[in-house]
C-alpha cells in the first residue's frame, strides 16, 4: 500500500518527502533526490497528522520522539487508511517480536544466571564468551537493544546490561565476589601470615584473570602474597595442590619459598607444589619427555675444561690464514678483550679475559637461536654496526663449533634448557598439569623465560582448560639488563597480553616515609616507569637521607656506634666490587657493634638493612658512564630513550634496602644523581 503527493503537490514540497509506501516490517519514503527505508525497529510507532488547507503532511517519529520523516503534499482524504494499515502493520510486527523475544528471553537470561552465579573470580575470557553466545541468541529476535529495552525493560534488562557494558558486569560482579571472600576468609587473612594481610595484598591474591601483574614496591609483601595465594588456593578448593607452578629466578629464593609453603601447608601437600627456577623446570620437562636426565655440558658446569675448549678452538681457528686474518683486520681498528693492534694471536689461545669474552658472546648467541642473517638484520641500525658485524664473523665459528661440541657430548647448556623445555611444551610432547602459573621477580624476565611461560600458560593442560599467570613484580626494581632481563615486558604488560588484571601493593612495610619522598619521586623522574603510589607504614618527621663526602664516613659511623640499637646492621653498598671502601676492613674491627657489611648494589636486592651508606656517588662512577657495547650487549633488549633508566633504577634500589636512613657518599665531583638530589630540592640533609 502507498499514498504519494500529486503532482502538482509533489513540485511544491521541494525537500520534503512526497511518497510512502508501506513493505513488510519497513517503511520506504520517497523524494526528489531519493529513497530511504526505514525497518520497523528505527522507527517508534509513532504518527501524527497535519492537514492544511489543500494538502495533509504525515510526520513518523524515531526511538527518541523526534520527527525524522516528513511526508507532505498529500490528499487528506486517504491519510486516514495509510495511517491505519501502517499502524496495524507496526502492531503485528510488534507482537511477533515480543512472540519471538517471550521465547528466547528464559535461555538469555539462564544463560546469564549460570555465568554470574558462579562463586569465583570471572575471567575477561569467560565474560566474552558468554557475551558471545548472549548476542548470537538475541540476534535471532530481530530486534535492536533500544527496541528490546522498550518493549521489556525490566525482565530483559539482565541481558542488556551485559550486550551493552559487559566490562562494567564483569568488574562489578569480580568487585562483589572480592569483597565476600575478604569476609569469608578474614580470618585466614589476619593469621596466614605473622602479619596480616593488609587490602591491596588480600585484594591482589583473590585475583585469578588470564593474566594478573602485581606491582609490589620495594618492602610492600609480595613473598607474602606468593605464599598466602598459594595457600589460599588450596584451602578454598580452587586448585590441588599439583596444580600450582611458582617460578623463581634464582634457586635461594625458590628454596626458602618451597621452604615457607611447605611450613604453612605441611609436607604432604606442600612438597606437591611446583616451585622452582626456570632452568630447573626446564630440566625436568626435558627429562620427562626424554626418559632421562639430560647431560649438562663440561663447558658449562667445568670451568677447566672450558678453557681447555677455547684454547684448543683458538689454535685451530688461527692456524687457518683466513681467520687469522680476520683478526688482524679487526684488531688494527677495534680492541676485543683489551686486545687491540699488532697482536701476536698464537701467544693469546690461553688469554682468560679473551675466553671469557667469546663464552659471553657465545652465550647469548645461543639464548637468540637466530641464524646469522636474523642477527645481522639486528645490529644492522645500531651506531657501531660496522665493528658489529666484525664481531659477529669473529665469534661465528666458535659458536657453531660450540654447537658442535654439544651435539657430540648429546649435552645441553641453560640456555637450552629454556628452548628446549619451550619446544616440547608447544609439540605437545609434554602433559602440561598446571591450572596456576605464579612468577617471582617478574621485572627480571627476559624473552626467552617468558616464550617458556606462554608455552605452558596458552597451552591447554590435562583438564582440558589454560593456566592463568599470575606475575609478581616491580618494573622500577629492573635491574638486570646485562642479564637479558627486559623492563618493557613489565611496563608493556597489558599491551602484550590482551586479558589481563593490574594490582598495586601499595603499602611499604621497610623504609620510612622521608626515604621515600626521596626514592620515590626519584624514581618516577623517567616517564617510562609506571605510575604508583608507594606509602610507607613507617611515618617520621625527621629528614632520612644525607649527602655526605667520602671524608665523612667515619664520623657518621662513629656517631652510629654510639647510637644504634643492639642488633641492628649497616649496608656499605657499591655500584661495583672496586667501590669497596680501602680502610672497610679497618672499620669492622674499629666499629664492632655495627655489623658492617659490603655490598654491591645488585647483590643486595631482595635484602634488607637498617642503615645503608651508598658509597662512590661520583662523577663517572655512579651512574656509570656508557661504554660500547660488545655484539652480546648490541643483542640485548632494547636500551631505553631516558638517560641512565637502569642505573636510576639500581640507585633506587640501593635507597630502598634501608629501613631508617640512608647516605649518599661522593667525593671530587658528585655524581649527576647527587647534583639532582640538590638541585631539585629533594628532602635530603646536605653536609
Given at each position: 500500500?502507498?499514498?504519494?503527493?500529486?503532482?502538482?503537490?509533489?513540485?511544491?514540497?521541494?525537500?520534503?518527502?512526497?511518497?510512502?509506501?508501506?513493505?513488510?516490517?519497513?517503511l520506504l519514503f520517497t523524494s526528489h533526490k531519493f529513497q530511504v527505508s526505514v525497518p520497523f525497529d528505527k522507527w517508534s510507532g509513532k504518527v501524527t497528522f497535519q492537514r492544511g488547507l489543500v494538502w495533509s503532511s504525515l510526520c513518523f517519529y524515531n526511538r527518541n520522539d523526534q520527527v525524522a520523516w516528513r511526508v507532505s503534499g498529500l490528499p487528506w482524504q486517504e491519510c486516514d487508511a495509510i495511517i491505519n494499515n501502517v499502524l496495524n502493520a507496526y502492531a503485528d510486527w510488534k507482537e511477533s517480536k515480543i512472540?519471538?523475544?517471550?521465547?528466547?528471553?528464559?535461555?538469555?537470561?539462564?544463560?546469564?544466571?549460570?555465568?554470574?552465579?558462579?562463586?569465583?573470580?570471572?575471567?575477561?575470557?569467560?565474560?566474552?564468551?558468554?557475551?558471545?553466545?548472549?548476542?548470537?541468541?538475541?540476534?535471532?529476535?530481530?530486534?535492536?537493544?533500544?527496541?528490546?529495552?522498550?518493549?521489556?525493560?525490566?525482565?530483559?534488562?539482565?541481558?542488556?546490561?551485559?550486550?551493552?557494558?559487559?566490562?562494567?558486569?564483569?568488574?562489578?560482579?569480580?568487585?562483589?565476589?572480592?569483597?565476600?571472600?575478604?569476609?569469608?576468609?578474614?580470618?585466614?587473612?589476619?593469621?596466614?601470615?605473622?602479619?596480616?594481610?593488609?587490602?591491596?595484598?588480600?585484594?591482589?591474591?583473590?585475583?585469578?584473570?588470564?593474566?594478573?601483574?602485581?606491582?609490589?614496591?620495594?618492602?610492600?609483601?609480595?613473598?607474602?602474597?606468593?605464599?598466602?595465594?598459594?595457600?589460599?588456593?588450596?584451602?578454598?578448593?580452587?586448585?590441588?595442590?599439583?596444580?600450582?607452578?611458582?617460578?623463581?629466578?634464582?634457586?635461594?629464593?625458590?628454596?626458602?619459598?618451597?621452604?615457607?609453603?611447605?611450613?604453612?601447608?605441611?609436607?604432604?601437600?606442600?612438597?606437591?607444589?611446583?616451585?622452582?627456577?626456570?632452568?630447573?623446570?626446564?630440566?625436568?620437562?626435558?627429562?620427562?619427555?626424554?626418559?632421562?636426565?639430560?647431560?649438562?655440558?663440561?663447558?658449562?658446569?667445568?670451568?677447566?675444561?672450558?678453557?681447555?675448549?677455547?684454547?684448543?678452538?683458538?689454535?685451530?681457528?688461527?692456524?687457518?690464514?683466513?681467520?687469522?686474518?680476520?683478526?688482524?683486520?679487526?684488531?688494527?681498528?677495534?680492541?676485543?678483550?683489551?686486545?687491540?693492534?699488532?697482536?701476536?694471536?698464537?701467544?693469546?689461545?690461553?688469554?682468560?679475559?679473551?675466553?671469557?669474552?667469546?663464552?659471553?658472546?657465545?652465550?647469548?648467541?645461543?639464548?637468540?637461536?637466530?641464524?646469522?642473517?636474523?642477527?645481522?638484520?639486528?645490529?644492522?641500525?645500531?651506531?657501531?654496526?660496522?665493528?658489529?658485524?666484525?664481531?659477529?664473523?669473529?665469534?661465528?665459528?666458535?659458536?657453531?663449533?660450540?654447537?658442535?661440541?654439544?651435539?657430540?657430548?648429546?649435552?645441553?647448556?641453560?640456555?637450552?634448557?629454556?628452548?628446549?623445555?619451550?619446544?616440547?611444551?608447544?609439540?605437545?610432547?609434554?602433559?602440561?598439569?598446571?591450572?596456576?602459573?605464579?612468577?617471582?621477580?617478574?621485572?627480571?624476565?627476559?624473552?626467552?623465560?617468558?616464550?617458556?611461560?606462554?608455552?605452558?600458560?596458552?597451552?591447554?593442560?590435562?583438564?582440558?582448560?589454560?593456566?592463568?599467570?599470575?606475575?609478581?613484580?616491580?618494573?622500577?626494581?629492573?635491574?638486570?639488563?646485562?642479564?637479558?632481563?627486559?623492563?618493557?615486558?613489565?611496563?608493556?604488560?597489558?599491551?602484550?597480553?590482551?586479558?589481563?588484571?593490574?594490582?598495586?601493593?601499595?603499602?611499604?612495610?621497610?623504609?620510612?616515609?622521608?626515604?621515600?619522598?626521596?626514592?620515590?619521586?626519584?624514581?618516577?623522574?623517567?616517564?617510562?616507569?609506571?605510575?604508583?603510589?608507594?606509602?610507607?607504614?613507617?611515618?617520621?618527621?625527621?629528614?632520612?637521607?644525607?649527602?655526605?663526602?667520602?671524608?665523612?664516613?667515619?664520623?657518621?659511623?662513629?656517631?652510629?656506634?654510639?647510637?644504634?640499637?643492639?642488633?641492628?646492621?649497616?649496608?656499605?653498598?657499591?655500584?661495583?666490587?672496586?667501590?669497596?671502601?680501602?680502610?672497610?676492613?679497618?672499620?669492622?674491627?674499629?666499629?664492632?657493634?655495627?655489623?658492617?657489611?659490603?655490598?654491591?648494589?645488585?647483590?643486595?636486592?631482595?635484602?634488607?638493612?637498617?642503615?645503608?651508606?651508598?658509597?662512590?656517588?661520583?662523577?663517572?662512577?655512579?651512574?656509570?658512564?656508557?661504554?660500547?657495547?660488545?655484539?652480546?650487549?648490541?643483542?640485548?633488549?632494547?636500551?631505553?630513550?631516558?638517560?641512565?633508566?637502569?642505573?636510576?633504577?639500581?640507585?633506587?634500589?640501593?635507597?630502598?634496602?634501608?629501613?631508617?636512613?640512608?647516605?649518599?657518599?661522593?667525593?671530587?665531583?658528585?655524581?649527576?644523581?647527587?647534583?639532582?638530589?640538590?638541585?631539585?630540592?629533594?628532602?635530603?640533609?646536605?653536609?
Amino acid at each position: 500500500m502507498q499514498i504519494k503527493a500529486t503532482t502538482f503537490a509533489q513540485w511544491l514540497v521541494q525537500g520534503d518527502y512526497y511518497q510512502l509506501e508501506l513493505e513488510p516490517e519497513q517503511l520506504l519514503f520517497t523524494s526528489h533526490k531519493f529513497q530511504v527505508s526505514v525497518p520497523f525497529d528505527k522507527w517508534s510507532g509513532k504518527v501524527t497528522f497535519q492537514r492544511g488547507l489543500v494538502w495533509s503532511s504525515l510526520c513518523f517519529y524515531n526511538r527518541n520522539d523526534q520527527v525524522a520523516w516528513r511526508v507532505s503534499g498529500l490528499p487528506w482524504q486517504e491519510c486516514d487508511a495509510i495511517i491505519n494499515n501502517v499502524l496495524n502493520a507496526y502492531a503485528d510486527w510488534k507482537e511477533s517480536k515480543i512472540v519471538m523475544l517471550n521465547q528466547l528471553k528464559p535461555q538469555m537470561l539462564e544463560l546469564v544466571d549460570d555465568f554470574v552465579s558462579q562463586r569465583r573470580f570471572l575471567k575477561q575470557t569467560e565474560a566474552l564468551m558468554m557475551v558471545e553466545k548472549l548476542y548470537d541468541l538475541f540476534e535471532q529476535t530481530g530486534l535492536s537493544i533500544p527496541l528490546a529495552e522498550q518493549l521489556q525493560p525490566d525482565s530483559i534488562a539482565p541481558v542488556l546490561n551485559w550486550l551493552t557494558e559487559p566490562e562494567e558486569q564483569l568488574k562489578k560482579l569480580n568487585e562483589v565476589w572480592l569483597e565476600e571472600q575478604k569476609v569469608e576468609w578474614k580470618t585466614f587473612f589476619s593469621e596466614c601470615e605473622p602479619q596480616p594481610l593488609n587490602e591491596s595484598q588480600q585484594s591482589a591474591l583473590l585475583l585469578n584473570e588470564d593474566h594478573t601483574l602485581v606491582l609490589a614496591g620495594a618492602g610492600s609483601g609480595k613473598t607474602s602474597v606468593l605464599v598466602a595465594r598459594v595457600r589460599y588456593l588450596i584451602e578454598s578448593g580452587h586448585a590441588q595442590a599439583d596444580e600450582i607452578l611458582l617460578l623463581a629466578f634464582g634457586r635461594q629464593a625458590a628454596q626458602e619459598m618451597s621452604a615457607r609453603i611447605i611450613e604453612k601447608l605441611g609436607f604432604d601437600i606442600g612438597q606437591k607444589v611446583k616451585v622452582a627456577t626456570f632452568h630447573q623446570l626446564g630440566l625436568d620437562i626435558i627429562r620427562h619427555v626424554e626418559y632421562q636426565q639430560p647431560r649438562l655440558s663440561c663447558l658449562v658446569t667445568d670451568v677447566k675444561s672450558r678453557k681447555e675448549w677455547f684454547s684448543h678452538v683458538l689454535d685451530s681457528e688461527w692456524k687457518n690464514a683466513t681467520a687469522s686474518n680476520r683478526w688482524k683486520k679487526h684488531l688494527k681498528k677495534w680492541s676485543i678483550a683489551y686486545l687491540r693492534g699488532d697482536v701476536d694471536l698464537k701467544e693469546e689461545s690461553h688469554n682468560e679475559k679473551l675466553q671469557e669474552w667469546l663464552y659471553k658472546q657465545i652465550c647469548q648467541l645461543n639464548a637468540l637461536q637466530l641464524d646469522k642473517k636474523e642477527i645481522i638484520e639486528r645490529i644492522e641500525t645500531h651506531i657501531d654496526a660496522a665493528r658489529l658485524k666484525s664481531e659477529l664473523n669473529i665469534v661465528w665459528p666458535f659458536f657453531k663449533a660450540y654447537e658442535r661440541t654439544l651435539k657430540h657430548e648429546d649435552a645441553i647448556d641453560y640456555e637450552l634448557m629454556i628452548s628446549k623445555a619451550k619446544q616440547y611444551i608447544n609439540d605437545k610432547k609434554y602433559d602440561l598439569p598446571w591450572s596456576f602459573v605464579m612468577v617471582d621477580e617478574y621485572q627480571d624476565i627476559s624473552p626467552q623465560r617468558l616464550d617458556l611461560i606462554e608455552a605452558i600458560c596458552h597451552n591447554e593442560n590435562t583438564h582440558n582448560t589454560k593456566a592463568t599467570l599470575f606475575a609478581v613484580g616491580d618494573d622500577w626494581q629492573a635491574i638486570y639488563r646485562f642479564a637479558g632481563a627486559d623492563v618493557s615486558l613489565t611496563t608493556g604488560f597489558e599491551k602484550r597480553f590482551q586479558s589481563t588484571q593490574i594490582a598495586h601493593l601499595s603499602t611499604t612495610y621497610r623504609f620510612n616515609d622521608q626515604i621515600g619522598a626521596v626514592a620515590n619521586r626519584f624514581i618516577q623522574e623517567n616517564p617510562m616507569q609506571l605510575k604508583k603510589e608507594l606509602i610507607s607504614f613507617t611515618k617520621q618527621k625527621r629528614k632520612a637521607v644525607k649527602v655526605i663526602e667520602h671524608c665523612s664516613i667515619e664520623k657518621e659511623l662513629l656517631s652510629l656506634s654510639k647510637n644504634a640499637r643492639k642488633g641492628e646492621n649497616v649496608v656499605i653498598l657499591g655500584r661495583n666490587h672496586n667501590h669497596k671502601p680501602d680502610n672497610f676492613d679497618e672499620w669492622l674491627k674499629y666499629y664492632p657493634g655495627l655489623n658492617l657489611e659490603y655490598k654491591t648494589c645488585h647483590a643486595s636486592k631482595g635484602t634488607e638493612a637498617d642503615y645503608v651508606f651508598i658509597v662512590e656517588m661520583t662523577d663517572g662512577q655512579f651512574p656509570m658512564k656508557s661504554r660500547a657495547e660488545s655484539l652480546d650487549g648490541a643483542l640485548l633488549p632494547h636500551e631505553e630513550d631516558f638517560s641512565y633508566a637502569e642505573e636510576r633504577r639500581l640507585f633506587y634500589v640501593a635507597l630502598t634496602r634501608a629501613k631508617r636512613k640512608v647516605w649518599v657518599v661522593y667525593h671530587g665531583k658528585p655524581s649527576p644523581f647527587v647534583q639532582e638530589l640538590v638541585d631539585k630540592d629533594y628532602p635530603v640533609i646536605i653536609e
